[in-house]
């Protein structure tokens, strides 16, 4: 989901994994003359936005040693997972109060979804993404792993996931993905 914090987790996996780091995002931007997500969404359709990170998200499968921020939208077309299956998937699974509170503090403009509600910043904001989420929920839980930030907030014995640092949950998705690999080749 949009700011759940696979950007900024994502980066600093790839630090501890020595991997290069990629924001599918900003590779739709970069194939489109630089310009900005929320812009091509204005201009030319989600649609188009959605051919365009599906083409992205193919070259990047055949990658190697990559980590890769997708856009928090990717999980609804079936074709994206095909791509993004050449990898190892990892859901940051965020509780939709912490992601209002997150993206009401550095405002709604860069993310075109969030543009339409009436009310206050943040209420906006939840209702939306408490629908995206809801939409949305079967797809993300087609990942390889899932990062809960609710079950690591409650194994610490805390109920807030504001306690969390970035460093602590890109560490949860190495453990995690480990167990995954392990699982794989049957270990
Ligand atoms: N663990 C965390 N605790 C508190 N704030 C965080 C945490 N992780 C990220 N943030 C903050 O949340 C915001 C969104 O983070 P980030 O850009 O990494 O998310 P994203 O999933 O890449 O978002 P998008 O898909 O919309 O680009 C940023 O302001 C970031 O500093
Ligand atoms: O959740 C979504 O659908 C989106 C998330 C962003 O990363 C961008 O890919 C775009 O704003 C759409």
Redo the contacts with the bound molecule.
């Keep these: 989901m ?8 994502g980066k600093i996996l790839s630090q501890v994994l020595s991997y290069l780091f990629f924001d599918s ?1 900003a590779l739709v931007e970069e194939e489109v003359d630089g310009t900005a997500v929320a812009d091509i969404f204005k201009h030319n359709g989600e649609p188009f936005f959605r051919n365009k990170e599906t083409e992205v998200l193919r070259k990047l499968s055949m990658m190697h040693r990559y980590v890769i ?1 997708t ?2 939208g990717a999980v609804v077309r079936p074709i994206n997972w095909k791509y993004m299956q050449q990898g190892i998937s990892v859901w940051l699974d965020v509780p939709v109060e912490a992601l209002a509170q ?1 993206i009401t ?2 405002g709604t403009d860069s ?1 075109p979804l969030l543009h339409y509600e009436e009310g206050d910043a943040y209420t906006k904001t939840f209702m939306r993404l408490s629908a995206l989420f809801k939409e949305r929920s079967e797809a993300y839980a087609n990942a390889n792993v899932k990062v809960s930030l609710e079950n690591m907030a409650a194994k610490l014995g805390s109920r807030d996931e ?1 306690d ?3 460093t602590a ?1 890109a560490m949860e998705a190495l453990e995690q993905i480990k167990g995954f690999l392990m699982g794989e080749d049957g270990c």
């Design positions: 949009m700011g759940s914090g696979k950007t900024t987790v995002d921020s856009g928090g997150r503090a550095v993310r504001s969390l640092s970035p949950i």
